[in-house]
């Protein structure tokens, strides 16, 4: 027994503590030790899947021909590890002090292990068949995360499991197609072994997994599910889910787009009557995916949904690095994974402590809470910084390497997309922080205390990893290497806090010198300045007259007004329009298939088999 | 040993008939014979399966007399199982608590008599008596309780199958006009020699003219009318056995006709044709089915149309993948017909109804997920071995046969899930327990049958695969069938029939 048998043993068994013990804590803690564990064995698993290596695991079996089993591999591997640490601080962070105002904390800790153990049974799939069991269980299992918590959750969990489902028939149907046109369902034969399918099979299998696995991504046109089934599921779940579920789609875009096409073919795969090939349609696909929702969620007045909906844009940002096939590409689009996950946990947590706290994260109900969340600040101020990917933070750093492999392989259009969906990140991250945090404390909030230290502390840890690896970028980097190694992607030279590139590097520690040098002067300067008062954040004083602190001064609503003027017409919701249409649609058709079944039995009897046999007539 | 295969057929046929004169001799035993019968039945079936698994089909010819005189069984793993399954279902669903003067029990055995027969028989005659017996065991089991509104089930499903069986005989009556025989050994032999033969439109209507009648049974468009009205009417078990067993035998007929006569005529194409339709219709039909019971029956014909899909690729994954889902099937639908009878009220009365009894809830839910087609329970192999066939199969315009078996999928995935969402809906009502104290039994053996098929999918595979390609295997069907002194050159007495067959003359 391997360490990823040991590994696949110990997710399951993290399932039972909280089903053995529902009520109290213990169970709860068992289970963050238990992924704490799993932390550790990943680590242990490193030198054995670095340099393209793979371990296998004893559990597999056979089935009409095919021997079905699970072998991990260093681009499943650096997948895992995000999945096993987000689980990790999700976990200590419910047990730290979030489940006391949960009534089914037990659930959340055994269906967030489910997820883990689906995931790692996803990500160390050795065949095409585990690959599409460890797919359903991922679906399944987020469904059930997500629905957990009950009411308008469960509608959400439901839309997103539909989505999934049709997904996975997309995905079932291209595996059926790959197996046959290659022979096998063996993931390491079919490396580079779809490379020679003919054109038009090529674009079919192609769209059938772009539909699998960008159902995932919430791609658009399936992007609509995400937001409301991330942002309403648990808070720790859905810091869970924000960092790392939706990679899953991610990770099986690369598995066969990267691994088994080939970024070669998709280069020369042009689709006919247009100047796009594969790879620059899916380019362009990503760049949808990173602007759309970005923009999505600069209207938001959930904090949940508001940042449900930035990751599903960041998620875009990956695979336009991944699509590169150029070494910078390549290592911003993965550091990436690892990045996102790092300052998108923190920020679900800093805001769902908010809510433990407050009780909404309504953004036009919350305002002033720096004084009284001043770590839930930092954290949150971490995180924005992350997302916006502006430096020190880490975001800034996987960023830079995107955009300068876009202008390395010479694509400025999809260089100015990606400048656009940050600049939307930019002002939908300030809005955020400036409607909970910044401007007048509401009177309801005012005996408001930062969350425990067990909810705080996890938070804090995990934005704290953002800051530091955004100094020090080596760490990450370190990490993705055996990811770029499993699927064959080059690297650019890199040390701790420095990337090597041939035209241009980018030393992180000058970064943050020149950043705090910079802030140090602000402060000479401030402090030289004249003199400041401090005053309430309750205060409330407009155009001369002493008004009451139930009177709003904070602009909240509608936040960015004139923006939304200008592109505001752009931003109609046909595709709910769509969504919901279908849904009319097949209620329609339904009652029509019923009405024929309740009226008319005999005569349809006679009715068709006298039109059977005339067809036959005018056919034969 | 092969000839004990006529026991099959006639202990429960013997066995039907003598236990009502035995009830009023003795009430105990005649209570006690039933069940026996069918144990030492599905006993004698097992064995001969397990001969038939190591040493290959067998043909058995009886009284002395071979083809074209004399009449044959053919046992072969798909035929062989079917017997020992229905058997075994007939036992789940054994009517127990019944009073002592129903007919129940031996229109029981009756049926159990029908279908060895159907799943055994080589000729067309035989198959369509069997069938009819079969037939007459279903209206019975529906009009048993001889209440009113089972009566008007009953009576229903009469004028269906009526009006079936005498375009089924039509259909037999214009095959044996044109081959001359109705063995279908002896058929498939002159279909062979003479391809024009079956695929001329007389041929094409007569697999029309049989697809439909057997369609009543077997659930597909356009005679499957009845289905709803009589799955929501008749009883839990009734219905269980006709959505499970009875549309299995229905359809087994019509496979074998398929592939011994019209393989290569386009007939696949009208099978195709007529379970995409029932696929449709069935599947958009149970979207919005209000009550479970009705939302099971339109799944059913839903099922059904998949299966015809399934079998009319003629390639070895798609009749794998038609066996697989049909067991699938034959294990799920009856439990969940168990499952509808205590759950009756309209679905959206159901709410959070799942939490009173977790354990049951499970078993339903996992049914619910094989039917689905989420892996690995076996309807995930059967929807991938079903794709696997319908993208090998030569023909053309498959593309629209995976979009709508894709897009039929979702929407039954649709209306389950919604359907799970609402059992597990957090609601206090008070509860209703899912199922009543008999059916725990016969649901747990279902469930437990279907955890056993998922385990124990390795081994079934190669059964599958054996019993798909002993299925389309045609030259050994004829070879173990018909006699070597009739097989080559042809004779005479063939020539002759196919002589006046295309004068259309009587032979």
Redesign the interface.
Known sequence: MNAFDLLLYLALATLLPSLLAPKGRSGGMLTTLAYLLQVWLLFSLLPSVSQGGSVAACLE?????HTIGWQLNGFGWFFALITAVSALIASAYATGGWERQCDHASRLHSLMALNVLAMYLLLGAADL?SL??GW??VS?AGFLLM?AP?GQS?QAA?RY??YA??GA??L??AI??I??SSGTIQLDALRGALASLPDGLSWVVLALVFVGFGVKLAMPPFHLWQAPAYGYADGPAAAFLGAISSRMGLFGLCLVLVQMVGLERLVGLALPFSFFDAQSLLAWAAAITLIVPTYIALTQNDARLLLAWHGIGQGGFMLLGLMLGNDLGTAGGLLHVLNHASYQAPLFLAVTAVVYRTGTADLDRLGGLIARMPWAYVTLLLGIIGLAGLPPMNGFVSKWLIYKGLLDAQMPLLFVAAVIGTLGTILSVYKLIHNIFLGQLRAEHREVTDAPWGMTGPMLLIAGFAFISGMLPGLGLYLVEPAAAALGLPMPSFDLSAIHAPNGALDMLVVVSALIGAIGFGALLFLNAGRSYRTQPLDNYAGGHFLTAQTRYQYSHHFYAGLLRVIGPWMRPWLVALEQGSGHF??L??????G???H???R??????VV??LW??IV? | MTQQAILLVLLPLIAAFTLTPLRRCNPVIARVAGPAVVVSQVMLAITLLLHIAQLGPEAVGFGGFSIPLGIAFHLDLVGMSLVALAGVTLLLLWPWTVESDSAEPSLYLLLLAGASGIALSADLFNLYVFFEVVAVASYGLVAAPNSGIQLYASIRLLLFSAAGSALALLGIGLIYNLGGSLSLAHLGQVAAQDATLFSSVEGLSAFTLILIGLGVKAELFPANHWVPEVYGLSRPRVSGLLAGLVSKLALLILLRLLWQLYTGTGAEVILLVTGLVTLLLGELAAFRATRLREMLAFSSIGQLGLLAVAFSMGNEAGVAAGLLLALNHLLIKPALFLYAHNWRAPITALGGQAWSTPLASALFVLMVLSLMGIPPLPGFWGKYLLLKGVLTAPTLGMGWVVALILFTTLVEMIYFMRLLTRLYAEKSVQPIPPLSRRHYAPVALLGAGLIALTLGMGHVSTHLEQGAAQLLDRSGYRDRLIPASLRHPVNHFQTHLQGTARQGGHP
């Open positions: 079996f056979a089935a009409f021909g068949i599409f069991i359903e269980l399944w629905a009950g469960v439901l499991l539909i489902l049709a028939l997309a079932l149907t059926v197609l197996e046959q097949l209620d058709a339904s009652a029509a298939s019923r024929l079944y309740y008319n039995g005999l349809f009897l006679v009715f068709g088999t059977g046999l036959l007539l034969v």
